[in-house]
T-cell receptor, first 116, second 110 residues
């Protein structure tokens, strides 16, 4: 089944404790993104990747890091989480190839993060 | 830069009522337009999309037409069901970046 998976789905942590949220897709998509969803703000893009080893900042990159060492994986790293990073995080993947994705981004189930 | 404005919710309707959720946008160029739906406790699913002016996207009884002259992409459904209760997001962009509206919650009662 074609899908985007994220782990963990729920995470409670404390300020300053480094964490990683993993994201994996099995559709051979070259594009992957991270978004955060906050009440009243909708979804905002954090980072995106155009392919292996190629990443770029989205609208709200401060406090986050990403890496793309393999095509299928795009982990989100919070080196020193703070309470204002409490949010619902979504990973998404897509392809420029109209036959594969047709510009549509496919989303994972989300990771709910609480930073105390 | 790009931006999306959609009507604030919640929108409360009775089953079988007509639904309209307004969405307008500002953008450079001619991006693709999308409606995504988020059911309670779930991720986002693509509902429909349109890639160029005058295109109509449709799915599950929902429709939206890409109107370049009014920079709009309003979502409509002729007869809503309780199972349509969800948050609806209008978005523009494509494979690398999506700009979302703030979302509109729809509540449908029996």
């Amino acid at each position: 089944e074609a899908q985007v998976t994220q782990n963990p789905r729920y995470l409670i942590t404390v300020t300053g404790k480094k964490l990683t949220v993993t994201c994996s897709q099995n559709m051979n998509h070259e594009y992957m993104s991270w978004y955060r969803q906050d009440p009243g703000l909708g979804l905002r893009q954090i980072y995106y990747s155009m392919n292996v080893e190629v990443t770029d900042k989205g609208d709200v990159p401060e406090g986050y890091k990403v890496s793309r060492k393999e095509k299928r994986n795009f982990p989100l790293i919070l080196e020193s989480p703070s309470p204002n990073q409490t949010s619902l995080y979504f990973c998404a993947s897509s392809s420029k190839d109209l036959k594969i994705a047709g510009e549509t981004q496919y989303f994972g189930p989300g990771t709910r993060l609480l930073v105390l | 830069g790009n931006s999306v404005t959609q009507m604030e919710g919640p929108v409360t309707l009775s089953e079988e009522a007509f639904l309209t959720i307004n969405c307008t946008y500002t953008a450079t160029g001619y991006p693709s337009l999308f409606w995504y739906v988020q059911y309670p406790g779930e991720g986002l699913q693509l509902l429909l999309k349109a890639t160029k002016a005058d295109d109509k996207g449709s799915n599950k009884g929902f429709e939206a037409t890409y109107r370049k002259e009014t920079t709009s992409f309003h979502l409509e459904k002729g007869s809503v069901q309780v199972s349509d209760s969800a948050v609806y997001f209008c978005a523009l962009g494509g494979y690398s970046t999506l700009t979302f509206g703030k979302g509109t919650m729809l509540l449908v009662s029996p």
